[in-house]
């Protein structure tokens, strides 16, 4: 229970593909009061020899090659989620637990105290190495639901067959379940295969993410062992707030083996599928928040936690137009990275 006057939050982090040319500028324009922390991260990428968030922020025009690339990706976007974090005005909101998507487990870690500044960034910065010059085989995206958020047994089957056609000519499997959205990957044959066997959908499913490796699968295993090789169990401590992880298991701080966490964040975590959706459900389930805070930047990710709020039929929504509804009367998501919603956070 919050205490009295505060409302209680889950705190949501965005996964990797949420800096796009719309966000360029969102660490000048919202957080150039935090010089010591962006200064901090810009002297991490400067000792091994990155380009500083700063600069990539401040460029004129954005460039996907640079911006999306997961070495520049991972670090830009973990100090626009942090920063926000940082800027939640926790007089009137009390923070319950923290979850996020993919990229967003380790700013989690960082958010809830399970890392230090000086760990968090080195794990992000290392695991965006590692993604650059190791990741392997791509993904795709296609929807569970239809147009209406509702679930999609059609869709659902097509899914299974081109996970079967996918496996049958090479490497397929299911990476990420994003509330509506399957994320599938695999290698080139898996994913030719897949891309082959979905019906077109929505004009524009199945589509490709570009610039992704087959992230949360077996494909990545050396990409874990370089990993493990490389971080210790000793950059981590129990977190301070509660965690909600890629299976929907909670980490609470009198409840976190620290080799434990270093095991789960370093292994099955990058190769083994992550479960956005159940992350969700056991926080809103377990924690029963007065409204859900997804960090920016970005609010993409907010479609995503919308279609898992339906499929639970959460304060009563049960479709698209149930949640817009919902959202423009009294909120119960508050997307950082959209400034009507970010006003009534900070």
Known sequence: ????????????????????????????RHHSNKTEFITGVDQWRESAGRETISSLDNAN?????KHASSI????????????????????????SAICGNSLGWYLTLAASGALNP?????????????????????????????????????????????????????????SIRLGGMAVLAGDEAGIAAMEKSLPKTQERYPFRLARHAAFHTPLLAHVSNAALEQLGA???SAPAIPMVDGRGAIWTHAATDTDEL?????????????????????????????????????????????????????????????????????????????????????
């Not at 205490?3 to 965005?14: E, L, R, T």
């Not at 926080?283 to 279609?307: C, R, S």
């Open 262 to 346: 270093h095991r789960y964040t370093l292994g099955q975590q990058i190769t083994e599928t992550y479960d956005f959706s159940k992350s969700v459900e056991v926080a809103i389930k377990e924690f029963a928040p007065d409204v859900l805070i997804l960090a920016g930047p970005g609010a993409t990710l907010g479609a995503a936690i919308a279609q898992e709020l339906i499929r639970h039929r959460w304060l009563d929504m049960t479709s698209k137009a149930d949640f817009s509804a919902r959202q423009k009367e009294d909120p119960f998501l508050l997307a950082m990275g959209r400034d009507d919603q970010r006003r009534v956070v900070v």
């Open 72 to 95: 520049n990706a991972s670090a830009i976007i973990y100090a626009c989620a942090l920063a926000d974090f940082a800027d939640i005005n926790r007089d009137r909101i009390e923070i």
């Open 234 to 236: 000793d950059i981590f």
């Open 118 to 174: 000086a760990n968090a960034i080195r794990l992000v910065d290392t695991m965006g190495a590692l993604m650059e010059s190791e990741g392997a085989g791509g993904q795709i995206i296609y929807p569970f639901v239809d147009e209406d958020w509702r679930a999609s047994r059609v869709n659902e089957k097509a899914i299974g067959e081109a996970l079967h056609a996918g496996r049958t000519a090479g490497n397929a499997f299911l």
């Open 1 to 28: 229970m919050s205490p009295v006057g505060k409302q209680s939050a889950v705190v949501i982090f965005p996964g990797r593909g949420t800096y796009g040319k719309d966000e360029l500028g969102y660490l000048a």
């Open 61 to 65: 025009t954005y460039s996907a090659a």
